[in-house]
């Protein structure tokens, strides 16, 4: 068996460990006699699996008791007409900080039911900023403020919160579990799985309790926050092997000294690179030194033409899935918490090497 260093932006890598463990639990999951892909979810094994995850991520996260944890399908595309139908009735105002291409497709989407105050926009900058809040036009009578975290394409990061009264919502997709955060700073939390917790497939929305009340009353079911917090996220059939696999990364983060220790390998990880690619007039990294992403971290060459040459060598050497997003060109190594710091010391000593023959 070969396995690669992966740096997919999504969906991305996953623990060996836990992809081993995957590989021996599935003709007999628990002693059932059955994959955990042919149990009902209504049965004791899976029902524990579920009231485990939610206790061990909220121990992970810390996640005050006044919020519900909700696993879902649609991804965090879905969040991102349910945050503006949950929280917003038709003609309200709510506020988005665009920092990038996730954050105007959340804009947009929230556009078809609200009326959306773009009370900061990177745009001009090409997305390699966050606008000092000092700059943003926020409205007064906003229902929420939106921001996107980590912006995953531009690699653009938030490391400060915003201020204010309003219900914070944060698109976290690519930057959860990737360090502590505070989540009584939050009004809603949402994230795909498929970067830091598990396969594609299942999505982690976390919502402050006050909100859990629908803004208005012709929401399908399945569209409502409050129909996953009534009835412990099995509304309906849930991605139960996605939600297994879940389980299985937040045990492991609990078990490997929880976020703390996971934020200090993540950022020893982003740093070694930026320093990398700083350190060379080769290799450029556009983002503003404040917002950089710990997570993905975009680089050009300064002589594309060497693009491809640069992909072929570094998937021969293992090193996979480096493309930069084709709204951003050059390269783009997601370094999500399943990347192994030596598939980044790999990284260095293969661009150093391909600088060597190529500068
Ligand atoms: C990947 C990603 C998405 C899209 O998630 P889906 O689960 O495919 O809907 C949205 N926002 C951010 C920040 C992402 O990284």
């Known amino acids: 068996m070969t396995r690669v260093y992966n740096f997919s932006a999504g969906p991305a890598a996953l623990p060996i460990d836990v992809l ?16 955990v892909m042919e149990v009902s979810h209504r ?36 969040q991102m007409a349910m945050a503006p139908l949950n929280l917003a009735a038709r003609g309200d105002t709510v506020d988005y900080v665009q920092t990038g291409s996730w954050g105007k497709k959340a804009a947009g ?23 000092d809040p000092s700059t943003w036009q926020r409205s007064d009578d906003a229902v929420y403020l939106h921001m996107t975290s980590n912006e995953t394409i531009a690699g653009v990061e938030f490391h400060f919160l915003p201020d204010g009264d309003v219900p914070l919502v944060a698109d976290m997709s690519s930057t959860i579990l990737s360090r502590p955060i505070d989540v009584s700073r939050f009004g809603v939390i949402y994230a795909g799985a498929q970067k830091n917790i598990g396969p594609a497939g299942i999505t982690l929305v976390i919502v402050r309790n006050d909100l859990l009340e629908p803004a208005r009353e012709d929401l399908p079911h399945l569209m409502m926050w409050k129909s996953y917090a ?13 939600w297994y696999v879940a389980d299985l990364v937040i ?3 609990l078990s490997n000294g ?21 350190a060379s007039d080769f290799y450029n990294n556009p983002v503003s030194e404040d917002c950089r992403s710990w997570m993905n971290v975009p680089f050009v060459l300064a002589d594309s033409s060497l693009d491809a040459l640069f992909l072929e060598e570094a998937h021969a050497a293992g090193l996979t899935n480096l493309k930069g997003h084709r709204s951003v060109g050059g390269m783009r190594a997601s370094i ?24």
């Open 20 to 35: 081993e463990t995957i590989r021996a639990d599935i003709p007999d999951w628990q002693g059932t006699g059955m994959s």
């Open 43 to 78: 049965g004791k094994e899976f029902v524990e699996l579920a009231a485990r995850c939610e206790s061990n991520l909220r121990e992970l996260l810390a996640v005050p008791d006044n919020y519900s944890v909700l696993w879902m399908q649609g991804g965090a595309t879905l």
């Open 109 to 131: 989407e929230a556009r078809k039911f609200c009326t959306v105050n773009l009370a900061a926009d990177a745009a001009d900058t090409n997305f390699t900023t966050i606008p």
């Open 230 to 242: 009534e009835s412990d996220s099995m509304t309906n059939t849930p991605p139960t092997f996605a």
């Open 251 to 253: 045990q492991r983060l």
């Open 258 to 278: 929880g976020l703390e220790a996971m934020a200090e390998i993540n950022r020893r990880k982003s740093s070694k690179l930026y320093a990398a690619i700083d």
């Open 336 to 359: 999500y918490n399943a990347v192994p710091e030596e598939a980044v010391d790999a990284l260095i000593e293969f661009m150093a090497a391909f600088e060597g023959k190529n500068g």
